[in-house]
């Protein structure tokens, strides 16, 4: 550990007291109002938490990542191919999966009413329903309304039970590495690919109903959900505050770039062979082969420091706490407050006043309200996408080929946007914003050039050339930096919110086959609003709560998705022959509350920063 140069030396005279090291949970008050800063040294300062705790341990933690061996050393440069290969493997596999749940809700639907069951879907002589000859029945209002309405309870399904179970496995994030959520969603991604391969098969007895199994098997496992947690937290992890919104831009770069190939791989595959199960037989092979890449890669969570003697002393107490707390869940009341505890428990970081008043978070409300942005926003971008092929296919009449053009234009835009777009505006912010994370770091090189040089100069007399003045300045130049880069990244956040509701705006005012692809280029551009957004978040919450802060931004997304999941699918199924378009009013609405919510976090935030420039 290097010399803490702000730590208070004895007095001549005075006994030498040993270095008090700060606990990892005293990084909460970091960021405490630096005016309250206390004045503790023989002559000068000292100067605020944030210098002491938070930025010098990200300093050393990330000093010590260097000095590992490459193959040994966390960095992006591991998940951007495996963003990429994984992202490419969902992608292709996305758009014929609904195409086949599509195809087997249909099957089922005509057996119970004119008594011709289908067999099987593939590609051979003895098919009723194929890509090759489609059957214009499945796409009648009638039967999309019926999947739409399954569709979304399947979602529903998979929404609830990873509601259940995503707060406990996030939760080992903190305590068994990053790694392990990418694991469990690997082995789930691999057991659903190997289901819905056997789902259009004579061998299935459940027809339909098996995608029922295959959303709670999802669910169980946490589904997709826990790979974003665990990536954006290996980011933070391994990258400095500053940086850790451009690093977030480019895996978000290798995920466009595996979505727009695997889209199109998705269709063009599915287009020549007329199956739609030998996509899913490619991703298995696929997932085999990228989970033994990914043992390679290694585990990017910050080392805790050994237990105290204390604590080695109470493991006992510890082992009887925690086998009374297995007694108490045994009753029903029990197992209902572990699952509520278990849901709530990661929401309670974003309660009023959890996370201390700082330069980062303004007012105590600040956190709930940026969750509660995420959450309608989450809404309103879930309701669009689950209905976005039942919408297509009753409309215009798309195949699983016309499908892998839309997303691969999909991630054509999202490159497009993370290459050219989010760069270009990380120069705009930064040039024209007069108190940008430049101008902070300029102030801090001004107060540094008042030091004194001399290093001959004993300690006694470096510390008496500090006085109250200089400490503030330093305090005032370090929250500033902080402010403006949350600020920034803020500012995108709010940016991505506006595009979104311009993006459903558009496509609901049009109706067209052109206005969605507008649409969702506009909807790519927005996404830079959740990469801000988790950028802003790690950067607010201490650095030893961000697995738990990302587990509730999860835990929210999965309660929004399966709430809107079946709100939306309800209102398709009973609007779609009279107003197929009437999902995007609700859209519409939920992004327009989204943004007004916003704008007032912005004005917290302006009024902080006004306070701290007129420290």
Known sequence: MTDNPWRRVPERNEPDAPEVIPLLSDTEDDDDDIRGAPITSTSGFTPPPTLQNDDQEEAEWLA????????KRPSIFWLMPFLMIFITILSMVDGPTEQLGIQLIC???????????????????????????????????????????????????????????????????????????????MLASICSQSLLIFAPTVYNPLGAKVLYVNGALMGLAGGYNLVSPALFAYIADCTSTATRSINMGFTSISAAVGGMIGSYLGG??????????????IALGCLCLLSVYFILVPESKRQSPPPSEAVQGNVRDSILS??????????????????????????????????????KVPTRQTLLLLLATRSLVTSASTGLMVLFIPLTNLLFHWTAYDDGIYYSFMGACGLVTYTIVFPILQFVYKKYNPYSSHSANQMAKDVNEDLPQNSDTNTDSVENALDEDLGEQIGASSSVNTLSTVKMDLAFYIMGLVTFFCSCLTALVFRSVPALFVCEALFQIATIGSTAFMSMLTTMV????????????????????????????AVFAAMSKTMPWSHYFISVGLAASAVGIAAVVWTQFRYRGQILLDV
Request: proline letters at 5%.
């Open 542 to 569: 201490p650095s030893n709560q961000t697995g738990r802060a990302l587990g509730a931004v999860s835990v929210v997304d999965t309660l929004s998705s399966t709430i809107a999941t079946l709100v939306y699918g």
């Open 64 to 71: 010590s990542l260097q000095r590992r061996k490459w193959y």
């Open 322 to 359: 925690y086998l009374q707390s297995q007694k108490q869940r045994r009753t029903p009341f029990g197992l209902i407050k572990s699952i509520l505890k278990s849901i709530l428990g990661p929401l309670l970081l974003f309660a009023p006043g959890e996370v201390p008043v700082s330069s």
């Open 268 to 281: 063009y595959i599915t287009k020549t062979s007329g199956d739609l199960t030998l996509v899913n037989r």
């Open 107 to 185: 099957r089922d639907y005509f057996a119970g009413r004119l008594g011709n069951p289908v067999t099987t879907i593939s590609s051979g002589p003895e098919i009723v329903l194929s890509l090759k000859e489609p059957d214009d029945r499945c796409k009648s209002p009638e039967v999309i309304a019926v999947a739409a309405r399954i569709l979304s309870q399947v979602q529903g399904v998979r929404g609830a039970l990873t509601l259940l179970t995503l707060a406990k496995w996030t939760s080992l994030s903190d305590t068994h590495g990053r790694k392990l959520l990418v694991r469990v969603a």
